[in-house]
């Protein structure tokens, strides 16, 4: 029996043009902080098509690492050499809804990057005639990235 996956990938804009690799890294620990979640809506038969057989891991144990296809999340050797790039969730199957996926992996990924950049304490700024507020998601503020699917 043929087994068919849908990968999606989680490119970081600002970050790759930063040479963000840490990005990278820190967006496939998130994705390792929520596998139940993720595995419950990435499509029917998931187990077993995931058994660790056949270049992927197992469904319910989560892994990334570079040019790893047998990992849960992939990470490409040419990302990390350039220190830049985008990460591969291998673990979707091919009757998945896309969308959903999209929006769990931007959620995770997203949600871990703004805890790490809210401080424990806030400072009330200081209003000047030039300042303006910051717009909700904006890259200012930590807007997150474009998905691949």
Known sequence: MEWRRCSHELLDEADARRGG????IAGAEA???RVKEHIANYGVGIEE???GAHETAHW???SYGVSDR?????IPGQVAREKKGYLEDRRPNANVDPYVVARLITETVCAAASAKKTPAKKVA???TPRSRPRQE??????G??????
């Open 21 to 24: 690799y840490g990005a990278v």
């Open 137 to 142: 998601g904006s890259r200012e503020e930590g």
């Open 70 to 74: 047998g990992a849960s999340i992939r």
């Open 125 to 127: 700024a200081k209003k």
């Open 60 to 62: 319910s144990k989560f």
């Open 31 to 33: 994705i390792g902080t």
């Open 49 to 51: 098509r995931l058994t």
């Open 144 to 149: 997150c990235s474009t998905l691949r699917t």
